[in-house]
């Protein structure tokens, strides 16, 4: 059963860091893009960020851009996200999706979810 779980959520201060981290199971975790996304309380869900199988291609929402990096640990059947300078509108519970297609990762076309990992950003 093709699974994935997210953890590494918290409370941070704004400025502050922390690092996600979306474990992959039941499918062969290097055949699969990794998308992550967010939603806030009354909003839509937005797309984050989202990797290729091999990790040679990566793309980022304008938002994120300089402050979160994605990378995948093949080892691990892991992806991280690395938030740095959070920010409070960054406040949101954090999701990920796998997907054989990278631009299906991308969009969140997949039906393979997680549960949800929640950031909170604020003083």
């Known amino acids: 059963q093709l699974q994935v779980v997210e953890s590494g959520g918290g409370l941070v201060q704004p400025g502050g860091s922390l690092r996600l981290s979306c474990v992959a199971s039941?499918?062969?975790?290097?055949?699969?893009?990794i998308g992550w996304f967010r939603q806030a309380p009354g909003k839509e869900r937005e797309a984050i960020s989202c990797?290729?199988?091999?990790?040679?291609?990566?793309n980022y929402v304008d938002s994120v851009k300089g402050r979160f990096t994605i990378s995948r640990d093949h080892a691990k059947n892991t992806v991280y996200l690395q938030m740095n300078n959070l920010k409070p509108e960054d406040t949101a519970v954090y999701y990920c999706?796998?997907?054989?297609?990278?631009?299906?990762?991308?969009?969140?076309?997949?039906?393979?979810w997680g549960q949800g990992t929640q950031v909170t950003v604020s003083s």
């Open positions: 039941g499918f062969t975790f290097d055949y699969y893009a």
């Open positions: 999706t796998a997907d054989r297609k990278y631009g299906s990762a991308c969009l969140g076309d997949s039906s393979t």
């Open positions: 990797i290729s199988s091999s990790g040679g291609n990566t």
